[in-house]
């Protein structure tokens, strides 16, 4: 008895499915390696720079009765002041959020590199979206062409 001899006996069907699923863990695999994987071609791509005519636009809202002028102070490069003209009293008390609004986009300027990018809070949300439609308005005036 010194010889060993094991013999294994496979059925055919058992081993087409071992090897379809082997096949298929082995795609599952490389297409989780290739999904995660970072993509070293867009981090080479940058955002190109805005180029404005420099100068002082505006754009009109109409609330109630009343007209107000949003002027946007432009520089080459990117926007640098909102200011109203022709607040009165009359639409201070109606649309008490609107300076505010006007400070608080102001501040983000600095840090923003596109108007896009103003963040807002929830409660005067409709405000700053009226200012930022007439912001984008009176920019579109100062684009380059």
């Known amino acids: ?45 940058t955002e190109p720079a805005m180029d404005y005519i420099a100068g002082i636009y505006s754009s009109s809202i109409h609330l109630g009765g009343s007209s107000l002028d949003v002027k946007v102070t432009v520089t080459d490069d990117k926007v640098t002041s909102i200011s109203l003209s022709g607040l009165n009293d009359a639409v201070s008390t109606m649309y008490p ?39 984008q308005n009176a920019i579109a005036k100062a684009h380059a062409d």
């Open 97 to 135: 959020l609107l300076e505010q609004a006007v400070n608080d986009i102001n501040s983000q300027l600095e840090t923003v590199n596109s108007i896009e990018d103003l963040t807002f809070d929830s409660e005067s949300q409709y405000t700053n979206t009226l200012l930022k439609q007439a912001i």
């Open 1 to 45: 008895m010194g010889a060993n001899t094991k013999i294994f006996v496979f059925k055919a069907k058992e081993l087409i499915y071992t090897g379809i699923f082997v096949l298929l863990g082995v795609l599952f695999l490389l297409l989780l390696i290739f999904m995660f994987l970072p993509k070293q071609d867009q981090s080479n791509e």
